[in-house]
């Protein structure tokens, strides 16, 4: 039988603990997310798109953080659609911390050309850092604006 529950939220930093309407629309946004990948176990085949809208750059890394760990646990697939720079970049320190084998994760590009989409594989070495040469216009984008 359906249950009820009432779920709260606690920063762990400060304690202070909201219901999910409270917080922002991203914390709101991911909590199915979570909650589907907690309730789906590892043996299921994970896809989710853009998981990171609306969220926080530190959420957005510690959400990949979060997927890659899931990812290792499973035994299906776990794949990310997703334009962050951060979660990508926490996948990444993953390999380079020696958390995360780089022959378990797959990076792919897809950009347009004059024949429709390519998707090109982005090959990571040990070290966390891409192999290939990264298709302009995405992680040039952030030193622009600093320098």
Known sequence: PLQRAKIYLEDLRSGVKAKPIAVGSGIAQVLPIVAAVELLGPRALLSIEQPELHLHPRLQANLGEYLCDRATESSEPTIVET???LLVLRVLRM???GKTDPSKVAVY???DTSEGPQITRMR???N???IDEWPAGFFEERLDELF
Do not use: Q
């Open 83 to 85: 334009h962050s720079e």
């Open 109 to 111: 590009y897809v950009g």
């Open 124 to 126: 990571i070495d040990a």
């Open 128 to 130: 966390g850092e891409f």
């Open 95 to 97: 390999i380079r911390e």
